[in-house]
């Protein structure tokens, strides 16, 4: 079995770390949907509060988190790094294995360390109530919770099929106080439009995008709330690479390796950033690896072009690596990793070299995430199981290869939600998808063109 290296409370971050200015070149700016001119947080003011406005665009390398945020940080952080002795075991390798376990947290995933940023930040600047999408739901409960400690109202449009698969995440929505819809749904105008042109639609997390930025944008006193992509979302969840250096340093390790799955980027970042910092600064070297399903390969086979983040066209144009606003992706289990971009950030460090990308298939990925479970007695969340894949995978290349490499993981929640997949998965009901390069091309076509890209 694993052991646990445990960082004491005091050594709970004070600050979470913004990359931008330790970048050899900026990222670029976020684009106006009609004019295509770069915005500025007057633009912004009607989805969020302009405290997370202006961390969304600041270029200062660190910002204090507020004691208030930290209070709440510490009922599950510092949260555990583990050294996988039971996988270590199983692959019978030199390579040594820690993973980041971030399914301590109160619904059992990464999310809550921006959730609880967000609500605090909304609540400070007297907005009533927050809308969101959620795909799987992991979002959904993340931003309720963190509603519900800072009184505030939560509105919750979740992807139709998963409403349907997913039962138990509503109930643990609606146990934080928050409602929630399907999604496409008859309260917006874009819902309305899209059930009227397709009433059997599963839906996506773009058009669940579009929907609540739509009440955010039509109600004054409602704010729009987003769990991955945006720049300060990302930089909330640094702590979990700040905490992990840590750790890391008490056992005397520095990583060979390190990867996270990506969905939006958001759990990738949160490990990886605070590692990209020591490797700009020369005291590390590893490889820095995103790891994205095959059905959804936005970093291994998306272009790198300006596109809305939500179907309807609602949204700001930002340069991402991107399948296309339109896609709707095939039903994977990991549907936190069903998105048509990528992180602006992450999408830009691709492009300067300082990450890499890799894809993987699910029947792949859950058949290691069974052995890892029986290895290290945790059962990972359907996008995870990306993340403990590769890691398995880079440690057998060490063993063939002879090399005693560090191997770092993010393990960014845990499964108790979705043991459907798992039993789908064991029933051979999972099938591999290989997202057809045609249905890119077709997306593509939709994507605005910005002069001068
Ligand atoms: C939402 C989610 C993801 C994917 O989102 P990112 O922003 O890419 O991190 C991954 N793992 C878990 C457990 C999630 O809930």
Redesign the pocket.
Known sequence: MATKIILPEAELPTHWYNIVPDLPSPPPPVLHPGTHEPVGPDDLAPLFPMDLILQEVSTDSYIEIPEEIREVYRTWRPSPLYRAHGLEKLIGGPARIYYKY??VSPV????PNTAVAQAYYNAKAGVKKLSTET??G??GSALAFACSLFGIECEVYQVRASYDQKPYRKALIETFGATIHPSPSPNTNYGRAVLESDPDTPGSLGIAISEAVEVAATNEDVKYSL???LSH?LMH?TVIGEEALKQLAMVDEKPDVVI?????????A?LAFPFVREKLAGTMDPVIRAVEPAAAPSLTRGSYQFDFGDTGQMTPLVKMHTLGHPFVPEPIH?G??RYHGM?PLVSHLQELGLIESNSLHQTETFAKAVDFAQAEGIIP?P??THAVAEAMNEAERAKEAGEEKVVLFNL??HGHFDMAAYQAYFDGHLVDYEHPQHQIDEAMQKVPVVAGE
Not at 108 to 111: F, L, Q, T
């Open positions: 971030e399914g059992g995933s990464h999310k795909g799987a992991q979002w769990g991955s992509v979302v969840q996270g799955c990506a969905g939006g980027g958001s759990n990738f949160g990991a936190g990793l992180a969340g996008e995870p960014s929640g």
